[in-house]
């Protein structure tokens, strides 16, 4: 297969490396994503979601991209390139244009125009612009249009929500991806990217939350009216509980993680004083009972925390408890068990775990919620490269090309 006919996702955590790859495939009037393969590797040079050491980030990278480059039988060439949520900020900015044509049709480039206005928001001291994101038009003042492209008018207004993050993390991402040999075709925003497999266009437009429990943070993003609202990272992540438990128990991080993983509920109720683990079972050195409905209570209460931020964050946009298509949780941290139902209290909304939907595939793996983002990356990718990109989720999604371009350029790629 021609590496130019593949999409490859590369999802940089704190704990692993993730990547998947996948290609169209035509199904009737439309097309859809078939991963046709993925696989992951323990990631060195990387803490809380930045890269601290380059040369062991970019060890971890090459040996997941060898991983899957095997499975394939072909070489991967380029990717998109997840950001982690806890690096960025965003601020809703608008930008107006005239219209240039004569008779006054507003074309792509005056759409254009606007959103590069848009842009000339004064940012922070060392940010790089990711994403422009158009939430709404408005056309010689009638406003809540969501394409203006055809109409007719003299003066165009948008109002976007501009994403931006530190340039050192920026730059050094695109250090570690370009010293693999891939080319880096897009960074983009971790949440966002797990957000186009996990939630639908309706879901987004009724009013959505999409949460991603990863290993040291937590990001969120809020949808409606088919437009992002609102996003945050909250500090708390799967490797919380884990810390948790070696406290509670007196055991090791390693034992700690085991009992999590394999063990663990949010839901002490589920448990009675007769079900309990000897932890010689999972690798300590000497007999120790362990009952399991204190393992729950102390998961409950660290997760119980982690909700009741994630309240705050809809409470700063008016939309605690008022989410109709309710919160969707994906990430590795939410394979938990009873972490819907104990979300489903706190939250007061309906609450599903978010596995990629609309994707074909002959593995199991991409039913792993730790692989969603890489599998998102991979549909933002063919949304962005081909006829996908004209009617997907963010179809008015402009990427900072200049931005990008510098970045480029710092490393001799041509654009």
Not at 327 to 348: E, H, I, N, Y
């Amino acid at each position: 297969m021609p590496n130019d006919e593949l999409f490859a996702g590369i999802d940089i955590g704190t704990t692993a490396v993730r990547v998947a790859v996948g290609q169209r495939l035509p199904m009737g009037d439309r097309e859809t994503v078939h991963i046709i393969g993925v696989a992951d590797h323990p990631t060195e040079g990387v803490k809380r979601g930045v890269i601290n050491s380059i040369e062991d980030a970019v060890s971890s990278v090459s040996a997941c991209l060898e991983k899957a480059e095997r499975g394939l039988g072909s070489q991967i060439s380029s990717a998109w390139v997840g950001v982690s949520g806890n690096q960025v900020s965003s601020v809703v900015s608008k930008g107006v244009t005239a219209v240039s044509r004569t008779d006054g049709e507003i074309r792509e480039e005056d759409v254009e125009r606007a959103l590069q206005q848009a842009q000339t928001v004064a940012l922070p001291a060392n940010f790089e612009t990711i994403h422009v994101l158009p939430r709404a038009y408005s056309v010689d003042g009638q406003t809540g249009i969501k394409d203006p492209v055809g109409m007719t008018g003299i003066r165009l207004e948008v109002e976007s929500q501009i994403i931006q993050a530190p340039t050192p993390y920026i730059k050094n991402l695109t250090k570690c991806v370009y010293r693999t040999g891939i080319n880096l075709e897009q960074t983009v925003l971790g949440i966002l990217a797990a957000a186009e497999v996990t939630v639908s266009q309706r879901q987004k437009e009724l009013g959505v939350a999409v949460v991603n429990i990863g290993h040291s943070s937590t990001s969120m993003a809020v949808f409606e009216g088919g437009d992002l609202l609102h996003l945050a990272s909250v500090p708390i992540g799967s490797d919380h509980v884990t810390a948790d438990l070696a406290i509670g128990l007196r055991t090791t991080l390693d034992i700690a993680e085991r009992i999590k993983v394999g063990h663990a509920s949010a839901v002490p109720g589920q448990f009675d004083k007769n079900d309990r683990i000897d932890l010689m079972e999972l690798g300590a050195d000497e007999r120790e009972d362990c009952s399991l409905k204190f393992v729950a209570q102390i998961v409950q209460a660290r997760l119980e925390e982690l909700l009741e931020k994630i309240d705050r964050e809809m409470v700063k946009v008016g939309r605690s408890g008022m989410l109709p298509a309710g919160v969707v949780m994906t990430g590795g941290g939410s394979k938990t068990a009873g972490l819907v139902d104990l979300a489903k209290r706190k939250l007061r909304l309906p609450v599903s775990l978010g596995y990629p939907v609309n994707i074909t595939s002959y593995t199991d793996r991409v039913n792993d919620l730790s692989y969603t983002t890489a599998i998102g990356l991979v549909q933002w990718g063919i949304n962005e490269s081909g006829p996908m990109g004209k009617s997907g989720s963010f179809a008015g999604f402009r990427m900072a090309e200049k931005a990008v371009g510098r970045i480029k350029g710092l490393f001799g790629v041509r654009t």
